[in-house]
């Protein structure tokens, strides 16, 4: 009997690559991808690796694909932005060993910079894609997905979404499967994509497009459900799902390939109902498509083009319903914050005092926009803060970025901040860059890096020193400050923003949730000397309150003893608390 088990999206994606005779695979953590490695880990059949950013990932997998043996390549939505170099090459290029990328794109934002649609990046690289809509397609759609590219000699992206990722489900378990290298045979035309070349491999992936919508409506991941003709819907992923909630009596064409769209079929079905309607999450990609074709079809029309669809947002737009039976709960509102003790929190609390702006980056350092510290001005992506720093500089002078920042963390540093770092010492560019190490990959769930020492497998390994990267990317000026040691960064920060030279300040202090060991002391507050003015509250930490009568409080089932509202009392009012 098959053994059957619960496990998240994720946890299945992994299982179905481990299945499939993955052999290689490489990803940079990003929410909501980042399980899947965290799982494929566990099956010592796959060499797996952090990358030091995605797009060093799918070039990983594309080496082993080249090199005969089948490898995956995994990645948020905004990660593929990065790997797009790659993508849109390897997609000439075509593979040897099969070559899967799965994307995790990410409707409500739940933990990004924007909604974009991996469909849409599909498209224009002419790359199939497909789209499951629980745990148990998942994996089976990684094992398709493997057999689609060896079979058509493409890349193949599967596309999850956060809810996907994050809900469990039912899978069946199977065995791996043993797929014997395939040998490397020397083809300049089809591996080297110099213009000459390149233009005979475009005529090819035209051919294999072609291939693709001809093929694709018998692909068994498709499937259609008759039931009442009045009402059709085409859809695909997790919205499916939705639909035979909302719309039980509906008849039904669930899309596992949705790129390229299977025309034929879809024709078929459309012909057979009364009203059509296209229910996909994010952009118009099929319904533009399918009404491009002459069939008339409702969508975005009726349905938004923004966050995560529901059954009864569904029932409300199609069938004028809405069994809504509670109010909205008026809950107060949570906003994200740093944890207590975050080391984040000591440096922005001295920006702040300072009166510095933040040319921020990607991370838990985010935060720093937020009250009460309000000192991250800008995020754009991976990398960006070095860069539109060193813009500001060449855009208004040298004094105008005295009172301006670079905030960068250790991870990100090393994804993107490097080739930054080496343009503003290339174009003799100045200005400060605060490196926020805090010796992890925090914001995804504490993933190793190549500055930590350790391997995703747990393994020792060479540690990048960030000082001498610094040092031999030209930087003269590089301080290493404990970052919960508010007077020496203080003074350390002045004079680099004064000093008209490029300076690298490392503000280092582990991840308060990776602290090793018991705490050993805490903080409290003693009555009788508080003045009750306030300045301990200014950091933000969740862990000191205001009760009504004005007296201040820590609680001390928060308090992981990291000692800045020590620092910030003027008074002597907080005390240290020895714990035994």
């Not at 940079?28 to 494929?40: F, L, R």
């Not at 002391?521 to 003015?533: A, G, I, L, P, S």
């Not at 862990?543 to 409080?553: F, Q």
Request: charged content about 25%; some cysteine; glycine content about 8%.
């Amino acid at each position: 009997m098959d053994e059957r088990v619960i496990m998240l999206g994720n946890e299945a994606l992994a299982r179905g690559a481990y299945e499939a005779g993955c052999k290689v695979s490489a990803a940079y953590p990003g929410t909501p991808s980042t399980e899947i490695s965290e799982n494929i880990v566990k099956y010592d059949d796959i060499y797996s690796e952090w990358s030091p950013n995605e797009k060093v990932a799918l070039e990983v997998a594309i080496g082993a694909s080249m090199s005969g043996v089948r490898a995956l390549a995994s990645m948020k939505h905004v990660g593929l932005n990065v790997a797009s170099d790659p993508l849109y090459t390897v997609s000439y290029i075509g593979v040897n060993g099969g070559l899967v990328v799965i994307v995790a794109d990410d409707p409500g934002l739940y933990s990004s910079q924007n909604e974009q649609d991996t469909r849409a990046v599909a498209r224009a690289a002419k790359v199939p894609v497909l789209e499951p809509a629980d745990s148990f397609e998942a994996k089976e759609y990684v094992k398709f997905a493997y057999e689609l590219s060896e079979k058509y000699d493409t890349p193949v992206i599967i596309r999850t979404t956060t809810r996907l990722s994050h809900s469990q489900g039912l899978v069946t378990l199977g065995e791996r499967v043993h797929i014997e290298d395939k040998p490397y045979v020397k083809n300049i035309a089809k591996n080297v994509m110099m213009p000459g070349n390149a233009k005979g491999r475009h005529l090819v992936v035209e051919s294999r497009e072609n291939a693709l919508i001809n093929d694709s409506s018998d692909f068994s991941i498709n499937s259609v459900e008759y039931n009442d003709s009045k009402i059709g819907i085409i859809t695909s992923g997790i919205p499916y799902l939705y639909v035979k909630e909302a719309l039980p009596e509906a008849s039904v064409l669930k899309l596992g390939i949705v790129n390229p769209l299977p025309r034929r079929l879809i024709e078929e079905f459309a012909s057979k109902v009364d009203k059509l309607y296209v229910v996909e999450e994010l952009d118009p990609i099929i319904e533009e498509q399918v009404k491009s074709w002459g069939i008339k079809a409702i969508g975005k029309d009726i349905l938004t083009v923004q966050g995560e669809y529901s059954a009864n947002l569904l029932r409300k737009a199609i069938k004028g319903e809405d069994i809504s039976v509670l109010p909205a709960a008026q809950v107060p509102g949570r906003p994200p914050i740093l944890c207590p003790g975050c080391p984040h929190r000591s440096t922005f609390t001295v920006m702040n005092k300072l009166k510095l702006h933040g040319a921020g980056d990607v991370g838990c350092y985010t935060l720093g926009a937020v009250a009460p510290l309000s000192c991250v001005d800008t995020m754009i992506c991976m990398g960006a803060s070095i860069s539109s720093l060193h813009g500001m500089e060449k855009a208004k002078g040298k004094d105008y970025i005295k009172n301006w920042v670079a905030v960068i963390g250790d991870s990100t540093f090393i994804h993107t901040g490097i080739n930054s770092l080496i343009n503003m010492v290339y174009n003799k560019g100045t200005g400060t860059v605060l490196i926020l190490d805090n010796s992890t990959t925090a914001m995804t769930g504490h993933q190793e890096h190549a500055a930590t020492g350790l391997t995703l497998k747990g393994e020792e390994t060479h540690l990048v020193d960030l000082v001498a990267l610094c040092k031999a990317v030209g930087v003269n000026h590089v301080h290493v400050v404990d970052a919960f040691d508010t007077s020496l960064l203080e003074n350390t920060l002045k004079e680099a923003v004064n000093l008209e030279e490029i300076v690298v300040i490392i503000a280092k202090a582990p991840c308060a949730l990776l602290k090793k060991g018991p705490i050993t002391k805490q903080y409290r507050v003693n009555d009788e000397t508080c003045r009750r003015c306030g300045m301990c509250l200014k950091p933000g930490c969740p862990a000191i309150t205001k009760k009504e009568d004005g007296a201040i409080v820590i609680d001390d089932t928060m308090c992981d003893g990291c000692g800045l509202c020590e620092q910030m009392c003027r008074f002597g009012a907080i005390e240290e608390v020895i714990i035994r």
